[in-house]
């Protein structure tokens, strides 16, 4: 198996998710996670404001099942909205629509989202939609066309491993859309699998955006594909008003300031809470080698440990289900 179905594999584990939850931020979680509450991360964001960043903030969570736990997302998001309102944050808000129960019923989730992107309208605050694997894909670009017919703070993301994509970015030109490589496990029936193809998807669909659309928020950490748009922003006389670079917290920090200090608009993406495992199990299987960028700050002998109970819990499972 594939290192990568390993950690997503990983990543949909709940007894470990669980565990992870009781003693992440006790072994480290919080050099990619800026909090585990509301008032950690609004510290974390007026740090990165400080420094000319603008962020979009993250209260972790996914694949919800219990109505109750929906609700309870919804809330905290409704707290995070006043949070950035009344702290005057220079920040907006990231979702996933299977936190707020896609997962349990659409007409449900849609209310819960109707309820956030109402009141963050209100507060003049924009909420993007996170995308998620593609079962949830045409559930989350319906919701949101909806949505759009009564608001205009709210955009989503295009993945740009999906064969789809390029109808996509059209259908929603005139949105503000952040535009992803895409990091969950997709066939190869609906998805590019070759790295090269998703990296010539990647900037098409970038620069399709940047030039007939209305803002874009481009997401990565590949230093290739930032100089190529900043040469191309150069070349087509796109100013710099039109679009942003995203980055995680806790990834590439120095890109992050170099590129604020070239007069770049630069947001980093914020996850605060305690549901993290999920989150950076995705990110090691992206980039295994995104484990040595932060083996020195979160591993040491515990989180070993707790990653060889984890691997071999899960190398155990396999074997169980086989027998
Ligand atoms: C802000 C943000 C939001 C996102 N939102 C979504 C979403 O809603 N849905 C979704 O499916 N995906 C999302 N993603 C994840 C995205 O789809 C990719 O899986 C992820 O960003 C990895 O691709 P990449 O473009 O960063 O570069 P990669 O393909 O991982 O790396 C390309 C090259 O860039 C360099 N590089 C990459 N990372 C580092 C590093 N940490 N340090 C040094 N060099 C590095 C290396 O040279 C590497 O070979 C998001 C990503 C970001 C940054």
Redesign the pocket.
């Known amino acids: 198996m594939a290192l990568r179905d390993f950690f997503i594999s990983l990543s949909e584990n709940e007894a470990i998710s669980t565990a992870a939850q009781n003693y992440g931020f006790k072994l480290g979680a919080q050099h990619i996670v800026a909090g585990a509450n509301l008032q950690e991360v609004i510290e974390s964001v007026r740090t990165l404001n400080e420094q000319g960043i603008a962020c979009t903030i993250d209260n972790l969570g996914e694949f919800v099942t219990e109505e109750a736990t929906a609700i309870q997302a919804k809330d905290e998001i409704l707290a995070l909205i006043e949070a950035i309102h009344s702290e005057q944050l220079n920040a907006h808000i990231s979702l996933k629509p299977s936190q707020l129960g896609l997962d349990i019923d659409i007409d449900f989730c849609y209310d819960n989202l109707h309820e956030i992107v109402e009141h963050a309208n209100e507060c003049g605050i924009f909420v993007n939609f996170?995308?998620?694997d593609s079962p949830r894909l045409q559930m989350t670009f319906d919701m949101l066309k909806e949505l759009q017919k009564s608001f205009n703070n709210v955009g989503t993301?295009i993945?740009a491993y999906l064969h789809r994509a390029k109808g996509d970015i059209e259908n929603f030109k005139d949105s503000r859309l952040?535009v992803?490589?895409?990091?969950?496990k997709e066939s190869e029936e609906i998805a590019y699998q070759d790295?090269l193809e998703i990296d010539i998807n990647f900037l098409e669909l970038i620069e399709y955006h940047l030039t007939h659309g209305l803002f874009t928020s481009i997401?990565?950490?590949?230093?290739?594909?930032i100089n190529h748009v900043k040469y191309f922003v150069e070349q087509y006389n796109i100013p710099k008003e039109k679009f942003e670079f995203?980055?995680?917290y806790g990834?590439?920090k120095d890109l992050q300031v170099e590129l604020a200090r070239e007069g770049y608009q630069v947001c980093v993406?914020v996850p605060y809470g305690e549901d993290w495992y999920g989150y950076f199990m995705r990110l090691l299987a992206?980039?295994p080698q995104?484990i040595n960028?932060v083996t020195k700050r979160v591993f040491n002998k515990k989180t070993n440990t707790v990653l060889a109970v984890a691997a071999g819990a899960f190398v155990l499972g396999r074997l169980t289900k086989r027998k």
């Open positions: 996170d995308m998620e993301v993945q952040r992803v490589k895409g990091a969950y790295q997401a990565t950490h590949d230093h290739n594909i995203q980055l995680l990834f590439r993406y992206e980039r995104n960028l």
